[in-house]
Structure formats: structure tokens, C-alpha cells
């Protein structure tokens, strides 16, 4: 079992830059994959970004170059760095754990983007 706890969001102007964390607890966080998702009202749930347990990264396109994710084993923290961004971004920002099967998410934590 992995807990979620995502924090670093809020509201931000064009071209402005936020920094999300996710910390996780319960488990033993290294052997996990993580992942950043967003959904937008009235919209499905899609992949930001991921990284594996092996540290490598996979970038939605819309992302890409913007966007950098991270992670800190010894914090049991995945980060998400987001710079450039623009309103299309604004969304619910959910963290997610991953190993086989097994998949976990936190509460989400609300992005806001203005022109």
C-alpha cells in the first residue's frame, strides 16, 4: 500500500512556473514508477509524465520541454518542475504510484493557469 500526498499547486500567470510535489509513504517508494496526470473539467484524466523506478522519463507532447520530472529516493518525492506555462495547463494535477499491477493516487492538487 502507497500513500499519495501531492502539494504546490495554485494560481499562476502565463508564462509563469510551478513546482508540484508528491510525497509518498507506506511502501518501499524506489520500487515504484511514478507518474503526474491531469484532468481538465469535463475532460479524461491524461499522462504528464512518468518517471520508472530506473529513473527513466516519458513526456506527454504537450509537455515536453516544459515540463521536467524528478525524483528524490532518499525523500520518497517525485517533483514535477512546470515552467512556460499556459492556460490549456489549468487542471487537477494527480500523483500516481506504479509496480506490475498495482497503481496508486493522491487527491489531486488544483493548477491554475490565467492569461
Known amino acids: 500500500q502507497v500513500q499519495l500526498a501531492e502539494s504546490g499547486g495554485g494560481s499562476v500567470q502565463s508564462g ?3 513546482r508540484l510535489s508528491c510525497a509518498a509513504s507506506g511502501s518501499i517508494f524506489s520500487l515504484y514508477g511514478m507518474g503526474w496526470y491531469r484532468q481538465a473539467p469535463g475532460k ?3 499522462l504528464v509524465a512518468h518517471v520508472t523506478s530506473g529513473g527513466n522519463t516519458n513526456y506527454a507532447d504537450s509537455v515536453r520541454g516544459r515540463f521536467t520530472i ?3 529516493n532518499a525523500k520518497n518525492t517525485v ?3 512546470m515552467n512556460s506555462l499556459k492556460p490549456e495547463d489549468t487542471a ?3 500523483c500516481n ?3 506490475g499491477p498495482y ?4 487527491q489531486g492538487t488544483q493548477v491554475t493557469v490565467s492569461s
Open 16 to 18: 509563469g512556473s510551478l
Open 92 to 94: 487537477v494535477y494527480y
Open 70 to 72: 524528478s525524483r528524490d
Open 97 to 99: 504510484a506504479f509496480r
Open 44 to 46: 479524461q484524466r491524461v
Open 103 to 106: 497503481v496508486y493516487w493522491g
Open 79 to 81: 517533483y514535477l518542475q
